[in-house]
């Protein structure tokens, strides 16, 4: 029994280590203004598309989605802003790790079709996002409130019970 759950933990810990390997490393924190203007491509593609236009942060203060601003004229003549959300892209940073040197690539994650689809970066998506995004903030700030009320008041009851058991 004791060789079997060795074994055990040596197998979990090797997927560990196999699922930690297969993930890009990380830098662990990213300059904003690096990330700003920082050339856009799409996946399997090396030709340039555009740039980092802006950042866009939720109440929390994490990076919700990013602005790219196409500038190749053989992708989309109309020079778009289109949002992409966090997760349909990603940051390669260069091999350099002095700040001044520091470069970001993003890589979207979307061909050019999947990017056309993408919302184009306008007034009416700014006050549409805005405007769900609190939502979603409201209600999840009143979930959490609701579920701490909940668990508080369950504590409660058993210290309660727990108390009048031990004076039975």
């Known amino acids: ?13 090797s997927a560990a280590a196999m699922a ?3 993930q890009p490393a990380t830098d662990g924190l990213y300059s904003a203004d690096k990330l700003m203007d920082a050339d856009v491509h799409l996946q399997n593609e090396d030709q340039t598309i555009g740039e980092v236009e802006d ?6 203060m994490t990076l919700q989605a990013i602005v790219i601003e196409t500038d190749d004229d053989s ?4 020079d778009h802003g289109y ?3 966090r997760g349909d892209f990603t940051v390669e940073t260069s091999a350099d790790t002095d700040l001044d040197d520091l470069q970001y690539n993003v890589i979207v994650n979307l061909d050019r079709d999947g990017l056309k689809q993408q919302p184009t970066w306008s007034n009416d998506w700014w006050q549409k996002a805005r405007q769900q995004a609190s939502q979603t903030w409201q209600k999840t700030s009143d979930a959490a409130s609701s579920a701490w009320q909940d668990t508080r ?6 210290l ?7 004076e039975n």
Request: aromatic share 8%; no cysteine; glycine share 8%.
């Open 1 to 13: 029994m004791k060789y079997r759950s060795l074994l055990a933990g040596a197998v979990m810990m």
């Open 20 to 22: 930690q390997a297969s």
């Open 55 to 60: 950042l866009l942060f939720g109440d929390d």
């Open 75 to 78: 992708f989309d003549p109309q």
């Open 83 to 85: 949002v992409i959300q």
């Open 153 to 158: 008041q369950a504590t409660s009851n058993l």
């Open 160 to 166: 309660q019970r727990a108390g009048e058991a031990l």
